[in-house]
């Protein structure tokens, strides 16, 4: 089972208070205590190193269709 996370964000007056990075720790608890073996993350190209560095995400390849 896998779980998904897609377009975090915190508002502005909120940010660099460590909001984001607990949200996504509790995300990734409670997905393991669900049972998911995977947690994705999918994000604009700007929050790159929040996630990989912060948050402890890796790059992987991935495949996208838009649907009309």
Same mark, same amino acid.
């Given at each position: 089972?896998? /779980? &998904?996370?897609? !377009?975090?964000? *915190?508002?502005?007056? /909120?940010?660099?208070?460590?909001? #984001?990075?607990? +949200? +996504?720790?509790? *995300?990734?608890?409670?997905? @393991?205590? *669900? #049972?998911? $073996?995977?947690?994705?993350? !999918? &994000? %604009? %190209?700007?929050? $790159?190193? &929040?996630?990989? !560095?912060?948050? #402890? &995400? @890796?790059?992987?390849?991935? #495949? +996208?269709?838009? +649907?009309?």
């Amino acid at each position: 089972m896998h /779980a &998904f996370i897609e !377009d975090t964000l *915190a508002a502005r007056s /909120a940010r660099r208070q460590g909001i #984001g990075k607990k +949200l +996504l720790s509790v *995300a990734t608890e409670q997905s @393991r205590e *669900a #049972g998911c $073996e995977w947690l994705h993350v !999918d &994000f %604009d %190209d700007h929050p $790159e190193s &929040f996630y990989f !560095d912060s948050c #402890g &995400f @890796r790059p992987t390849n991935a #495949g +996208l269709i838009q +649907l009309p």
